[in-house]
C-alpha cells in the first residue's frame, strides 16, 4: 500500500472521438490540500466525473488509496469515502439544513437501516457540531431553499463533510459569492485541510491564492505543469494558455 | 412566538409526542364519526345510498394515499396504478366466486365450455392465501417492474409512459380471456356467499365499510410512519435531486422499489375492499382514464400532503357523483375545468394553499396581521424585540 490517496494512470476519457481528458497522470498524498486550475474546457470537470463515477474512463484507469474505481457506481465510490461538492450548490430544497446533514450523516444508507434506524446520539451531536462550523445554527430549521447562494455553498460542504470522506471534491466553490463569502468559504476549507485530503477546482485567482499550497493546471485534457502557486505563475507555458487571458477579467 | 411557528421545527421532544398522540386522537376519533354517526345522519336524511358511496370512496382514497407516497413525495407520477387496483379486486372476487359447493364452478366457466378450474384459480379457495395475494401480487408486480425500470435510471415522463404501457398490455391481457376470468365481463362478486352471507346483503355490506374505515386508518398510519422520520426526508431529497443522494452514498433504487411496492400493495387493498362494495370488477378499472383520474385527486387535495390526498379522493369523487346525478353531461368539463384550476392556481392543492396563502387570508379576514417569515433566533433576540416595540411609527 501506497500512501497517495489517489492515483490516476493514463487515463482518457473520450465522447464520440472528443478526448476530454488526454493520457492524465496525476497523483496525490493523503492530507494534500490540491488546487487544480486550468482554462474553460480543460477537463476539470470531467476529472471530478471519473473519480465519482459518473463517467467511465475509455482508457488508464483512477486508484483511491490503491482501489481501482473502474465500474463503482456513484453511491459505492461515496461509500469508499470520496465526497464531491458540485459547481452550483445542490442541496435538497425542501429540506432544512438540519436535515439535509443528518442525511449525509447517516452511517447505514441501505433501505431498511433508513426506514427503522433513529438517529445516534453521537450523530446528532455531528450535526449540531457542523452547523456551528458551516455558520448556519440560527438556520438549521428552516427550509433551504430560504438560504442565500453562499449559505447554500456552505450547506453543501457541511454534507460532504457529514460523510466523513477521505477526499473531498469541490468544484468551484466561490462561484458567485460576494468577497466576504469567498473568504469564509476560504477558511472553511482550510480548516477541513486540517484532516481531511482536498481537491478544489477554481477559476478565481485572488481564492487560489489564498488557500493553495500545491497547485496542477490542466490544459486540453492533460497536466500542464504543477507546482506551487509562484512556480506555476512564472510558468512560461502556463501564462501563454491561461493566466494571461483571464488574469484581467480576475482584477 | 406563535408568529414564527412554522420555523420552529425541531421541537422539545415532549412537544412532539404531545402533538403526535393529538394527531392520534384525532383520527380515532374521525373513524369512529365515520362508522358511527355518519351513516345514522345519512339514513336519517334518507340518502342511505351515499353510505355504500362514502365506503367505495373511502377505498379510493388509499390508493390516493398510495399515489401520494410515490408521486407527492418520491416525485414519480405512475399511470398505472389501474392495474395493481384491479389485480387486489380480482384477487379478492376470485376467491368470492370460488364460494360454491364442492365440486361446482363459477357460472362463467360453464359458458366457455370450461370443465376444469384453471391452475392459478385452485389457491384461491383459501382465505388467508387470497388476502395475501391481494396485498402480495400487486406489490411484486410493482417490485419487479420497478426493480427493471429504477436499476436502468429511467425517471420522470419515460417512467409515467411505462406505467401507463404496461396498464394498455394489463388490460388487454384481463379484457381478452374469457375462459380464464370472464373477459370484459369481469366478476361479480354480490351473489356470492362469505361466511353464509351474500356479499351483497346489508350485513355483510356494513361489514365491508367498517372494514374501509379500519383500512383506510391503518394505510393513512403507514404512510405517516414512511414519510416521518429518515426514510421520508431521504424520499422527499430523491424528488428534489436524486443524483446528488448517489453522491450521499445513497442507492436511491431500492428505495423506490420499496416505495413503488408499497403503493402497488395499498391500491391492491384498495382494489378488494372497492370491488366488493361496488359488486364486480372487471377490465374498466384498468382504464387510461381511471388511473389518471387517481392522480387528479391527489393533485387536488394536495401532493406531499396525506390528508391532501384522502380529502382529494373524497370531495372530488362526491363532487363526481352529485354533479353527474344533476348535469350528466357537464361533468367531465368540470373535471377539467378543476384539474387545470388547480394545476394553475393552486400548484400545492387545496391543502398546500391552506398552509400557506389560505392561512394567510384567515388572519387577515379576522383582522390579524400575516404571519412573518423570519429566522427564529432574530425573533427572540432581544435587540430586535426592543426595536419591534420602540420603534415603530
Given at each position: 500500500m501506497s500512501d497517495k490517496i489517489l492515483e490516476i494512470e493514463n487515463l482518457t476519457v473520450s465522447f464520440d472521438g472528443f478526448k476530454?481528458?488526454?493520457?492524465l497522470n496525476f497523483s496525490m498524498e493523503a492530507g494534500e490540500l490540491r488546487v487544480i486550475i486550468g482554462p474553460n474546457g480543460a477537463g476539470k470537470t470531467t476529472f471530478l466525473d471519473v473519480i465519482t463515477g459518473k463517467v467511465q474512463p475509455t482508457t488508464g484507469r483512477a486508484l483511491f488509496k490503491g482501489k481501482n474505481?473502474?465500474?463503482?457506481s456513484e453511491h459505492r465510490i461515496s461509500r469508499l469515502g470520496i465526497g464531491r461538492k458540485f459547481q452550483t450548490p445542490r442541496v435538497y430544497?425542501?429540506?432544512t439544513p438540519r436535515e439535509n446533514l443528518d442525511l449525509s450523516c447517516n452511517r447505514h444508507k441501505n433501505v431498511w437501516a433508513t426506514l427503522l434506524g433513529r438517529p445516534a446520539q453521537s450523530e446528532r451531536r455531528t450535526v449540531a457540531g457542523l452547523l456551528d462550523t458551516i455558520g448556519l445554527a440560527t438556520k438549521s430549521?428552516?427550509?433551504?431553499?430560504?438560504?442565500?447562494h453562499g449559505e447554500k455553498q456552505r450547506l453543501e460542504i457541511g454534507m460532504l463533510v457529514a460523510q466523513s470522506p477521505d477526499l473531498l471534491l469541490v468544484d468551484?466553490?466561490?462561484?458567485?459569492?460576494t468577497d466576504e463569502e469567498t473568504e469564509n468559504v476560504g477558511n472553511l476549507l482550510l480548516t477541513l485541510a486540517e484532516d481531511h485530503s482536498i481537491i478544489v477546482i477554481e477559476h478565481d485567482m485572488e481564492f487560489v491564492r489564498q488557500i493553495a499550497r500545491q497547485v496542477t493546471v490542466l490544459h486540453q485534457g492533460a497536466v500542464l505543469c504543477e507546482g506551487s502557486m509562484e512556480e506555476v505563475q512564472r510558468n512560461p507555458q502556463v501564462i501563454e494558455v491561461?493566466?494571461?487571458?483571464p488574469e484581467d477579467s480576475d482584477g | 412566538m406563535a408568529d414564527t411557528s412554522p420555523l420552529?421545527?425541531?421541537?422539545?421532544r415532549r412537544l412532539r409526542q404531545t402533538s403526535l398522540m393529538m394527531e392520534v386522537g384525532i383520527v380515532i376519533v374521525i373513524a369512529l364519526l365515520i362508522l358511527f354517526v355518519v351513516p345514522l345522519l345519512l339514513t336519517a336524511f334518507g340518502q342511505e345510498f351515499r353510505i355504500n358511496m362514502l365506503g367505495r370512496f373511502m377505498a379510493l382514497a388509499i390508493v390516493a394515499l398510495g399515489i401520494d407516497l410515490i408521486?407527492?413525495?418520491?416525485?414519480m407520477l405512475s399511470l398505472g396504478h389501474g392495474v395493481f387496483f384491479s389485480l387486489g379486486g380480482y384477487a379478492f372476487a376470485m376467491f368470492l366466486q370460488l364460494q360454491?359447493?364442492?365440486?361446482e364452478l363459477p357460472e362463467f366457466f360453464t359458458l366457455y365450455g370450461v370443465t376444469e378450474l384453471p391452475f392459478?384459480?385452485?389457491?384461491?379457495?383459501?382465505l388467508p392465501f387470497a388476502l395475501a395475494a391481494l396485498i402480495l401480487i400487486p406489490a411484486l408486480v410493482a417490485a419487479l417492474l420497478g426493480y427493471l425500470v429504477f436499476r436502468n435510471r429511467i425517471r420522470g415522463v419515460y417512467f409515467s409512459i411505462l406505467t401507463q404501457a404496461s396498464l394498455i398490455v394489463f388490460f388487454h391481457f384481463f379484457n381478452s380471456q374469457q375462459e380464464l376470468i370472464n373477459g370484459t365481463n369481469g366478476l361479480k362478486t354480490d351473489t356470492a356467499k362469505i361466511f353464509d352471507v351474500y356479499a351483497g346483503s346489508d350485513q355483510a355490506q356494513s361489514v365491508f365499510y367498517t372494514l374501509t374505515v379500519v383500512g383506510l386508518v391503518l394505510a393513512y398510519g403507514l404512510c405517516r410512519w414512511l414519510t416521518s422520520g429518515r426514510l421520508g426526508k431521504l424520499l422527499i431529497a430523491i424528488r428534489d435531486d436524486e443524483s446528488r443522494v448517489r453522491f450521499s452514498g445513497y442507492n436511491p433504487t431500492g428505495y423506490k422499489v420499496l416505495v413503488f411496492a408499497v403503493s402497488a400493495g395499498l391500491a391492491g387493498i384498495a382494489g378488494a375492499l372497492y370491488t366488493v362494495q361496488s359488486g364486480i370488477i372487471s377490465?374498466?378499472?384498468?382504464?387510461i382514464a381511471f388511473s389518471i383520474e387517481m392522480v387528479i385527486w391527489v393533485a387536488v387535495g394536495g401532493r406531499a400532503s396525506l390528508v391532501g390526498a384522502v380529502l382529494g379522493a373524497l370531495t372530488v369523487n362526491f363532487a363526481k357523483s352529485i354533479l353527474s346525478e344533476q348535469f350528466p353531461e357537464i361533468w367531465l368539463f368540470f373535471q377539467g375545468a378543476l384539474f387545470l384550476i388547480v394545476v394553475t392556481v393552486l400548484p400545492g392543492g387545496f391543502v398546500g394553499w391552506l398552509r400557506t396563502q389560505g392561512q394567510d387570508l384567515f388572519r387577515s379576514l379576522i383582522g390579524r396581521r400575516r404571519r412573518l417569515m423570519t429566522y427564529p433566533r432574530l425573533a427572540e433576540d432581544p435587540e430586535v424585540e426592543y426595536e419591534r416595540q420602540n420603534l415603530r411609527n
Open positions: 476530454a481528458l488526454n493520457q474505481l473502474r465500474s463503482k430544497l425542501k429540506l430549521d428552516i427550509p433551504a431553499e430560504l438560504l442565500s468551484e466553490p466561490v462561484a458567485g459569492l491561461y493566466l494571461g487571458q | 420552529n421545527a425541531q421541537r422539545p408521486w407527492g413525495y418520491t416525485g360454491l359447493p364442492e365440486g392459478f384459480w385452485q389457491p384461491f379457495h383459501s377490465p374498466k378499472t384498468m382504464d
